[in-house]
T-cell receptor
Framework: AQSVAQPEDQVNVAEGNPLTVKCTYSVSGNPYLFWYVQYPNRGLQFLLKYITGDNLVKGSYGFEAEFNKSQTSFHLKKPSALVSDSALYFCAVRDVPNDYKLSFGAGTTVTVRA | NAGVTQTPKFQVLKTGQSMTLQCAQDMNHEYMSWYRQDPGMGLRLIHYSVGAGITDQGEVPNGYNVSRSTTEDFPLRLLSAAPSQTSVYFC???????????????FGEGSRLTVL
């Protein structure tokens, strides 16, 4: 069974500092990995995905994520955080044979202080 | 562009009542789905549809029904509401079943349901 874990409920950083949101996964086959962001009282927005190819993927709003197969991780990163990055971030994984079902992590709340 | 529209945004029900959460998209998306979001549990797939007339169960389908009579609409019906169904419900759509598989979903703004 596929699963994803986000070990940190909250991440707090100062504006301008690097931001990292951690995600680890468990699948039986090759993973499809995703990051979504949810702003208050809004739906989720797709940020980026890893399907195959380069381990470093770039997405919206200056975010990037690194796929590490040996560590089964897919951490989200941003070199310089903005106050407007404060939101709830979800990692999700899909095990290739498991059609349409994305398994979401519990989410990490990011707070960027000015 | 309206995108994915959900109604109502808020609803309070009593145990045993039934209701329908509406979802409409104006992007001609083939794939539509319903998720529920509960604190500390992420999102869980309830039902999904890969086209008009085709629906299937997700991870937590019990207590919910869906239908897809048109490409645009995908209503979620609660047959007999229970307190365990208190949650935030999200409708999500995708251009095609392929893009749904690659995770690129468009979400509505959510419907907050409380069952007393």
């Amino acid at each position: 069974a596929q699963s994803v874990a986000q070990p940190e409920d909250q991440v707090n950083v100062a504006e301008g500092n690097p931001l990292t949101v951690k995600c680890t996964y468990s699948v039986s086959g090759n993973p499809y990995l995703f990051w979504y962001v949810q702003y208050p009282n809004r739906g989720l927005q797709f940020l980026l995905k890893y399907i195959t190819g380069d381990n470093l993927v770039k997405g919206s709003y200056g975010f990037e994520a690194e796929f590490n197969k040996s560590q089964t991780s897919f951490h989200l990163k941003k070199p310089s955080a903005l106050v407007s990055d404060s939101a709830l971030y979800f990692c999700a994984v899909r095990d290739v044979p498991n059609d349409y079902k994305l398994s979401f992590g519990a989410g990490t709340t990011v707070t960027v202080r000015a | 562009n309206a995108g994915v529209t959900q109604t109502p945004k808020f609803q309070v029900l009593k145990t045993g009542q039934s209701m329908t959460l509406q979802c409409a998209q104006d992007m001609n998306h083939e794939y539509m789905s319903w998720y529920r979001q509960d604190p500390g549990m992420g999102l869980r797939l309830i039902h999904y549809s890969v086209g008009a007339g085709i629906t299937d169960q997700g991870e937590v389908p019990n207590g919910y029904n869906v239908s897809r009579s048109t490409t645009e609409d995908f209503p979620l019906r609660l047959l007999s509401a229970a307190p365990s169904q208190t949650s935030v419900y999200f409708c999500a759509s995708s251009y095609s079943r392929f893009y749904a598989n690659t995770g690129e979903l468009f979400f509505g703004e959510g419907s907050r349901l409380t069952v007393l």
